[in-house]
């Protein structure tokens, strides 16, 4: 018989619905027969047991909040009876849990560009960088230019990544600018990359060649548009050119998997995000790690509830301190403009089945398995270990997508359940939740995670999805780049004068 509903830990007092399930209904769950009180959508909660008013309710073997009054078994559990117990900040104790991974070296590899310092590139690419949002149109009118002269042959793909910033911006922001700008620039997908500035910008281009320490000066150039006489445009394209011709000369080769880094990201959540796409993830997170590779966990605020299962993952007491500050720090940021932390939920996660922000939470950090933390990052950072490392980033996608490229990911894997377009400055694989989003959607889905609701168990689907990233890694498009969907977001967070 298919399966309708699924109760997810032995503790949850909640089942969620596979598929629709309409009043009068009668569901079988743990030897009892219990009767569905209201028409339930699919993604959506029933309660299992009895709970009285201001008592937990209990999904993931966690509470998700607690009852806004007196709820029977068979009630419809959603935002308008179920309440978040998230408030401020917390102190936390350092409780450490380790697992051991048995997952075995496969040895696989992936064809990627090796670059001068030894990091690899999923993609060959041209960009052009803005220094300031004020040359955003030039650094367009290049970009056009140079792939209408040369039809982008030879290379995978020419781009302006324009933005608003780089100028009237105060400390906190100008430097998160900077940095996110010098992250792009060093890049590996990138063959070639022109810095594209104006002279006057508080991003001054000379102290911005600084930021980027020792770099490779054949592949990344400069220029000042108000330092030239006469066309920049036309003083752009001679340098284009010469960047173009030397990334022309990059070829493919077998690159070890260890060399893959790859974001972790979810939006447009579901009732369905918990149970399929995220676990998937997550297993493909922990077989990345144990051959060697990364990944990267974000959004902090959609940690809050299920941060505490990441603190003890750390591996030592001073990642531990580390997480403690970026979660407590996000909760301070949140308060200071006067929001709650609790309130995260959007209308479409409403809709597809999460009721609360820890509902959201400890569905949304199954993404990252269960490997141990091996690092955690200041927005902006650059990567430096390898295996499981956080993030600080907002949930916003496409902040939190630029975020998890600009720390050094060649690929970002987005599970949703209510569907998106866009993408960041790296291939941007959307893994659907459920399968009516695969099927509606086929031009933006890379992959369904909604056949573990239908015919697949994880054991078969894991193979098939470790084989789709390996040939998006290896130069197969993202659903995104065939749209031509690609941007860049920066996080924004004070004054702009």
């Not at 933005?163 to 105060?170: E, F």
């Not at 950090?365 to 956080?390: F, H, I, M, W």
Request: proline share 4%; net charge negative; with cysteine.
């Amino acid at each position: 018989m298919e399966q309708t509903i699924i109760k997810i830990n032995p503790a949850d007092t909640v089942i969620v619905c596979l598929q629709p399930k309409s009043k009068g209904d009668v569901v079988e769950v743990d030897g009892k027969s219990i009767t569905v009180n209201q028409d339930t959508p699919a993604g959506h909660k029933i309660l299992i047991t009895n709970t009285c008013k201001g008592k937990d309710i209990i999904k993931y073997g966690y509470p998700i909040g607690h009852a806004l009054q007196d709820l029977k078994a068979g009630d419809w559990v959603n935002e308008n009876n179920l309440k978040t117990n998230l408030a401020g900040t917390l102190e936390y104790t350092y409780c450490p849990v380790s697992e051991t991974l048995d997952i075995k070296d496969e040895k696989r590899t992936f064809k990627g560009y090796v670059r001068k310092n030894g990091e690899v590139g999923t993609r060959n690419e041209i960009w052009i960088v803005p220094t300031v949002g004020c040359v955003n149109g030039i650094a367009e009118k290049l970009a056009e230019r140079l792939r209408c002269e040369t039809g982008t042959e030879g290379v995978d793909s020419i781009y302006a990544w324009h933005h608003n910033y780089g100028c009237s911006q105060l400390s906190g922001d100008h430097e998160n600018t900077r940095k996110i700008l010098r992250d792009i620039t060093l890049h590996p997908n990138a063959g070639g990359v022109l810095v594209l500035g104006l002279g006057c910008e508080n991003n001054q281009p000379e102290l911005f060649e600084q930021l980027l320490g020792d770099y490779d000066r054949e592949r990344i150039k400069f220029l000042v548009t108000q330092k030239v006489d006469g066309d920049e445009v036309e003083a752009g394209m001679e340098i284009l050119r010469g960047l173009y011709a030397k990334a022309c000369e990059d070829k493919r080769e077998d690159v070890s998997v260890s060399k893959l880094r790859v974001g972790l990201k979810c939006g447009g959540s579901d009732g369905f995000s918990g149970i399929t796409a995220n676990p998937l993830v997550g297993e493909f997170s922990d077989w990345l790690v144990a051959q060697g590779g990364t990944s990267i966990l974000t959004e902090v605020p959609e940690m809050f509830g299920a941060e505490t299962i990441l603190m003890n993952r750390c591996k030592s007491t001073e990642l531990f301190d580390k997480t403690v500050s970026m979660v407590n720090n996000f909760k301070e940021y949140f308060l200071s403009h006067g929001e709650p932390v609790g309130e995260n939920p959007s209308p479409g996660n409403k809709a597809g089945g999460i009721s609360t922000l820890e509902d959201k939470a400890l569905g949304c950090t199954q993404k990252c398995g269960r490997a141990p933390v091996s690092g955690v990052l200041e927005y902006g950072d650059r990567l430096e270990a390898t295996g499981l490392n956080l993030l600080s980033a907002p949930g916003n996608d496409l902040v939190a997508s630029t975020a998890l490229a600009s720390a050094g990911c060649q690929i970002v894997l987005f599970t949703t359940g209510r569907g998106t377009p866009f993408g960041t400055f790296v291939p941007t694989m959307k893994i659907a939740t459920n399968p009516t989003l695969a099927s509606r959607k086929p031009n933006w889905i890379d992959f369904s995670a909604g056949q573990l609701v239908e015919n697949k168990t994880m054991g078969e689907l894991v193979p098939e999805f470790i084989d789709k990233i390996l040939a998006v890694a290896s130069g197969e498009k993202a659903r995104n780049e065939e749209n031509d969907y690609r941007e860049i977001a920066i996080f924004k967070n004070g004054v702009t004068l």
